[in-house]
Nanobody, 114 residues
Framework: QVQLVESGGGLVQPGESLRLSCAAS????????MRWYRQAPGKERELVAS????????DYAGYAKGRFTISRDNAKNTVYLQMDSLKPEDTAVYYC???????WGQGTLVTVSS
């Protein structure tokens, strides 16, 4: 059974950092691109970052460039999203996704507020 489990969300103040994790199971993790999406209240889900199978290629939404870093550990079947210099507008539920399998995690809430 394909499963993606996100963790690491929480409440932080503007300017602080968080690292999200997504543990994958039930499929050949090393074969597939992985992505992070987010959905803010009242808004559509949007793509945050993507990473290829070996981590050599990454891509980011404009607002994430320079602040967020996507990475993966294929030995642990885990993809990460390091988020620095967080802003209130980064508040959202963050989701892990494998586009090839169509799998989604349950999401982890990130709240940035003073």
């Amino acid at each position: 059974q394909v499963q993606l489990v996100e963790s690491g969300g929480g409440l932080v103040q503007p300017g602080e950092s968080l690292r999200l994790s997504c543990a994958a199971s039930g499929f050949r993790f090393t074969r597939y691109e992985m992505r992070w999406y987010r959905q803010a209240p009242g808004k559509e889900r949007e793509l945050v970052a993507s990473i290829n199978t070996d981590g050599a290629w990454t891509d980011y939404a404009g607002y994430a460039k320079g602040r967020f870093t996507i990475s993966r550990d294929n030995a642990k079947n885990t993809v990460y999203l390091q988020m620095d210099s967080l802003k209130p507008e980064d508040t959202a539920v963050y989701y892990c996704n494998c586009p090839n399998t169509g799998s989604w995690g349950q999401g982890t809430l990130v709240t940035v507020s003073s």
